[in-house]
T-cell receptor, first 112, second 104 residues
Framework: EAQVTQNPRYLITVTGKKLTVTCSQNMNHEYMSWYRQDPGLGLRQIYY???????DKGDVPEGYKVSRKEKRNFPLILESPSPNQTSLYFCASSLWDTSPLHFGNGTRLTVT | KNEVEQSPQNLTAQEGEFITINCSYS?????LHWLQQHPGGGIVSLFMLSSGKKKHGRLIATINIQEKHSSLHITASHPRDSAVYICAVNDMRFGAGTRLTVKP
């Protein structure tokens, strides 16, 4: 089944404890991206990747890192999480940047 | 002013009604997406379009590039259509969403 898999679905952590949210797609898509969704602010793009080893900042990249060492995986790394990073996170992929987006199920992160 | 504006913010309809959700944008686009987010939180892509009109079942999406405006129509609405509908431009500029509730 074609899908984008995010893990974990829920995560509660403490300020400063490094964490990684994984994202994997099995559709051989070139383009992958990360978003956060907050009440009143909607969806905002964090980082995106047009291809392996190519990543770029979106609108809200501060406090996040990404890597794209293989086409299928695009992990989101929070080196030192802070409470303002409490949010619902989505990973998405598409064949290229002007193709329909396929979203993961989301990761609800709480930083205390 | 937001680069992507949706209206209305909230919409309540009776089952069977024809629904229209509007999206206006102020940036140049290569593609406009209509997304559906269900109460459980998952997001599904309904349409991606850069010109004209697309139809899938009871859903129709149109775009007018000159007027920088797109509409999502739902014909014969059903309670299972209840969701938040989000317009996105170039996959990185999002509208605030329209919360649709369809009552039986």
């Amino acid at each position: 089944e074609a899908q984008v898999t995010q893990n974990p679905r829920y995560l509660i952590t403490v300020t400063g404890k490094k964490l990684t949210v994984t994202c994997s797609q099995n559709m051989n898509h070139e383009y992958m991206s990360w978003y956060r969704q907050d009440p009143g602010l909607g969806l905002r793009q964090i980082y995106y990747s047009m291809n392996v080893e190519v990543t770029d900042k979106g609108d809200v990249p501060e406090g996040y890192k990404v890597s794209r060492k293989e086409k299928r995986n695009f992990p989101l790394i929070l080196e030192s999480p802070s409470p303002n990073q409490t949010s619902l996170y989505f990973c998405a992929s598409s064949l290229w940047d002007t193709s329909p987006l396929h979203f993961g199920n989301g990761t609800r992160l709480t930083v205390t | 002013k937001n680069e992507v504006e949706q209206s209305p913010q909230n919409l309540t309809a009776q089952e069977g009604e024809f629904i229209t959700i509007n999206c206006s944008y102020s940036v140049g686009i290569s593609a406009l997406h209509w997304l559906q987010q269900h109460p459980g939180g998952g997001i599904v892509s309904l349409f991606m379009l850069s010109s004209g009109k697309k139809k899938h079942g009871r859903l129709i999406a149109t775009i007018n590039i000159q007027e920088k405006h797109s509409s999502l129509h739902i014909t014969a609405s059903h309670p299972r259509d209840s969701a938040v509908y989000i317009c996105a431009v170039n996959d990185m500029r999002f509208g605030a969403g329209t919360r649709l509730t369809v009552k039986p």
